[in-house]
């Protein structure tokens, strides 16, 4: 018989997009359903950046592109670095993508080979496992605690590194857990990282607006500017400007890297669309206010939804730092009730019996816990929590 590789068997299809999909067929069914598993802002794409899309198709600017995307969306995002992180670019280290998931795609293919080690602190973004898989290298997980505030320490990064080890991801605000790590957090992980020059640091900012507190964002890069040599930033328009149908996310880092991902971009989907290469301009370019008004939003569905959720008997929530999930712990219910085998079991039970869909944590490597996404309204956040309340009391 014809056999499938066997890259394409290590690795499951996206488990977020799965629960997505599983509710939107028992919704289409007939059945009264919140999904609150989707990883993307509810609100709609701005009117100007839309208007420079529309302006794009008037114009004929529907051809290809440079793979790395048009000179003047890399001026922007140069511009975007220099203006909120601080970081100087040359357009060489620039790459476009078709989404940040392609971004860390083309990393994963440009620099691991066969039985390297990537480190990757739980729970992560469900993605970075399998596309390191489908490089035929290996993700070194290290596990964290709500206790602390699931973040790893300079210690269990140290005990993670080997000499087999080239990449390290750091996703700060993260998704799902919505924790930020602290400019002196990351000062003493750089320091780790500092002794180890064959060690690519990959930092995956793509929640960097969304965050709720007083203090700015930062990065590896600015606790630790040693490290820009061996450093990749990963950024994105998809959540910061409500544009994940558009598909365009960037990364920035040293020459010889971009370059590679580049190469493997140009062998399989070439330049990302040229008319959201505009609208991402635009984005950029543009007033930040509408940044600013989803936060404010987001800030507000937060401070409900942790609320709400610590108000459940044997539900545990921390407040998040920034993001638009909730990460709250429901080990307590699935330890107290023997019905629930685990945290999958219990997300089942949820859908089935309430209709509301969250995303069980051991997707995202931190079995017990659960990710709520609060992107829709706050009727609906109310709705929901209140129903998974009657369905555990
Ligand atoms: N990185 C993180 C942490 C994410 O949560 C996501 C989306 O869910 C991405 C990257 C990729 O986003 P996109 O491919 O829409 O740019």
């Known amino acids: 018989d014809v056999q499938l590789s066997d890259r394409v068997n290590s690795i499951k299809p996206s488990p977020t997009l799965a629960v997505t999909k599983r509710a939107a067929e028992l919704k289409a069914s007939g059945k009264n359903i919140i999904g609150l598993g989707a990883g993307e802002p509810d609100f709609d794409t701005p009117e100007h950046i839309k208007q420079a899309a529309i302006k794009a198709i008037n114009d004929g600017f529907t051809k290809y592109t440079a793979v790395d995307g048009t000179p003047s969306l890399k001026k922007a995002i140069i511009a975007k670095f220099n203006r909120d992180n601080g970081l100087n670019y040359e357009p060489n280290q620039i790459l476009v993508s078709s989404g940040g998931k ?54 269990q990064l140290e005990n993670a590194i080997t000499e087999k080890t080239r ?104 330049n990302p669309c040229s008319i959201a290469q505009v609208a991402a301009e635009a984005a950029l370019n543009g007033d930040q206010n509408c940044v600013a008004e989803m936060v404010k939003a987001f800030k507000a569905r937060h401070e409900f939804v942790v609320n709400a959720l610590n108000e459940i008997e044997g539900v545990d929530c921390i407040p998040a730092d920034g993001t638009f999930y909730a990460f709250p712990s429901f080990h307590k219910v ?28 051991s997707a995202f490597g931190a079995p017990g816990n659960m990710r709520l996404s609060f992107a829709t309204s706050m009727d609906i956040l109310e709705d929901a929590i209140s129903r998974i309340k009657k369905a555990l009391s």
């Open 334 to 361: 699935i330890d107290s009730r023997p019905e629930f085998a685990d945290d999958i079991a219990l997300a089942e039970y949820l859908l089935l019996e309430t209709g509301v869909a969250l995303v069980p944590g």
């Open 167 to 270: 990449l390290v991801v750091l996703n700060s605000p993260s998704n799902p857990s919505g924790v930020a790590y602290t400019l002196e957090e990351l000062k003493a992980l750089g320091e780790v990282l500092k002794r180890y020059p064959n060690i690519l640091v990959a930092t995956d900012d793509m929640y960097e607006h969304i965050l709720f507190g007083d203090e700015p964002f930062c990065n590896i890069l600015n606790a630790c500017p040693e490290l820009y040599d061996q450093t990749i930033v990963l950024n994105g328009v998809s959540k910061a400007y409500s544009m994940t149908g558009w598909r365009i996310g960037y990364a920035a880092g040293p020459a010889w890297l971009i370059g590679a991902m580049t190469k493997v971009q140009s062998q399989s989907t070439s």
């Open 102 to 155: 392609q971004s860390f795609f083309n990393l994963a293919l440009a620099l691991l080979n066969s039985g390297d080690e990537a480190i990757i602190p739980a729970p992560y973004w469900v993605s970075y496992p399998d596309m390191v898989l489908i490089a035929d290298a290996k993700p070194v997980i290290i596990e964290t605690t709500q206790a602390a505030r699931f973040k790893i320490t300079p210690e």
